[in-house]
């Protein structure tokens, strides 16, 4: 779950509003940032990379040196490969005696033939992504353009992948379209990224922005800025099915992003909302974990009649505790969220969250609710219990975390059971939306863009609440978190 975003200026330097771009997409990646720029007139590539957040390391003064009008920002969470400097995007690569650049979101299958081919190849990286600069580089194509095509051909997996070669951006999106990918154009800017709160940054409206659609390839030429949209074909046993990540709808996307032409704010809403049609606890507010529960749980109080209260505040310094090593999360935990306890205090409380992955966060939350004067809680989950590890580029598990579905086969009472322990009979239910019903609420959501019609209940990817890997052949041989 990595940010990727590219901006090309027809006049000024672009290394402040890749910061700002990148900025934008913290949400999804706390661990590595990097950056290249390409200063067209001296043809000399400019790079900051560093461990930390995108603010902690592209620092204004180390921007000051990064020259040129078209680059590539990266934001890292490894799925594959460690957090090793070496593995720092963008990675690089050579052809025919220049250096090109590339940022990757999602995770290749089938690396095991590939780790064989390319044994000696940057030994020191160890990111799966490093194969598109392996095969680009010995393609022996006779231009860019074909030898990321070859590369394309070859690779199975998913990406939204963009790649800097001189001075033209190369954006593409695996034909599965996994992981989103949007580009945004204004009078003299284009900017490319993974997801579309970052275009009002620099000025784009989002209803301008548009999806760079699975088997699409976009050339940005950075001399006048036009573009050239083209497709490929990918190995020919994947289908070219779309299947975007459904845990990115319900969990990793900002609110404020539009995917399939949907607000994620108002698809959540409708989740909660459609959770409300078959439960109906006997209970006195609603409450959503902040931030993304926040919505289901507004939805959850329209369908049910239950009042909504803001009784659980994030405090927002504290980051994605996801992203945290396990024996730091239970204090941060109480760092993250204050009760308000006039409002909890007596209270048969309805907490509404996003997903659950293992049972740590629900439970620090169920505790903070209860020993601020709830009487008791009941949990609704407006997705599907993820029974199995993600395969294609979300840290959904690790040997650090592990899935409480998954550990109890998915049943639901047992898992209540796990959950509520330690609370002495005071966590009276837990609930899931069905997958069919996620994937047709999804679906229903009114899109406030056009060119999204096509989209129906096939075009999302399941395999983690389904157990298998079904869409996407997955080497499991191949596969390291
Ligand atoms: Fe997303 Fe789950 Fe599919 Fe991974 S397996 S891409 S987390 S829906
Ligand atoms: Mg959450």
């Known amino acids: 779950m990595c940010f990727v975003g590219a901006v090309a200026f027809q006049e000024g330097e672009v290394a402040f509003a890749l910061r700002k771009v990148a900025r934008k997409g913290e949400h999804r990646s706390h661990k590595s940032a990097g950056m290249v720029t390409y200063d067209h007139d001296l043809a000399l590539p400019h790079i900051v990379r560093g461990l930390g957040m995108a603010t902690e390391v592209f620092t204004p003064e180390g921007l000051e040196e990064l020259k040129g009008r078209i680059g590539l920002a990266h934001l890292r969470w490894a799925t594959a490969g460690g957090l ?108 490319i990224g993974s997801e579309t709160l970052i275009f009002r940054s620099l000025g784009i409206h989002p209803r301008q922005v548009k999806e760079i659609r699975g088997g699409q390839l976009a050339i940005v030429h950075g001399a006048d800025l036009s573009i050239e949209w083209k497709t490929f074909e990918g190995p020919s046993d994947i289908a070219r099915i779309p299947r975007l990540c459904l845990i990115e709808v319900v969990y990793s996307m900002h609110p404020a992003n539009i995917t399939y032409g949907r607000t994620v704010q108002t698809l959540r809403e409708r989740l909660g909302w459609q959770l409300a049609q078959t439960w109906r606890p006997q209970a006195d507010i609603v409450v959503g974990v902040p931030d993304s529960g926040v919505a289901a749980g507004k939805g959850f109080s329209k369908g049910s009649g239950i009042p909504y209260e803001e009784a659980l505040i994030r405090y927002h310094q504290s980051g994605r505790i996801f992203y945290s090593r396990v024996d730091e999360r239970r204090d941060m935990y109480d ?147």
């Open 84 to 191: 090793e400097r070496a593995n720092i995007h963008p990675l690089s690569g050579n052809f025919q005696g220049k250096p090109f650049f590339l940022v990757h979101n999602g995770e290749i299958s089938f690396r095991r033939a590939l780790e064989r081919q390319f044994a000696t190849y940057q030994p020191e990286v160890t990111s799966d992504t490093k194969f598109f600069c392996a095969l680009i580089e010995t393609s022996g194509e006779g231009n860019f353009e074909d030898a990321l095509r070859y590369a394309l051909r070859i690779v199975k997996g998913t990406y939204s992948l963009i790649v800097l070669y001189e001075n033209t951006i190369y954006a593409v999106r695996d034909v599965t379209e996994n992981r989103p990918l949007y580009i945004g154009t204004k009078e003299g800017v284009v900017c």
């Open 335 to 481: 760092i993250k969220y204050d009760p308000v306890i006039e409002k909890l205090e007596g209270q048969r409380v309805v907490l509404i969250d996003d997903t659950i992955f293992a049972s740590e966060t629900i439970r620090a939350v169920i505790e903070i609710v209860l020993e601020a004067g709830a009487k008791e809680v009941h949990i609704g989950i407006p997705a599907p219990m993820i029974v199995a590890p993600c395969f294609y580029g979300t840290p959904t598990s690790s040997e650090h975390r592990r899935l409480i579905a998954k550990d109890h086969g998915g049943d639901q009472q047992r898992i209540l059971e796990e959950i509520g322990a330690p609370f002495g009979g005071r966590v009276k239910s837990l609930t899931f939306l069905p997958l069919g019903d996620v994937k047709q609420a999804v679906v229903d959501t009114k899109p406030m863009v056009d060119g999204y019609g096509d989209i129906t209940t096939r075009n999302f990817c399941d395999a983690c609440f389904l157990g298998g890997k079904r869409h996407i052949p997955v080497d499991a041989d191949g596969y390291t978190m």
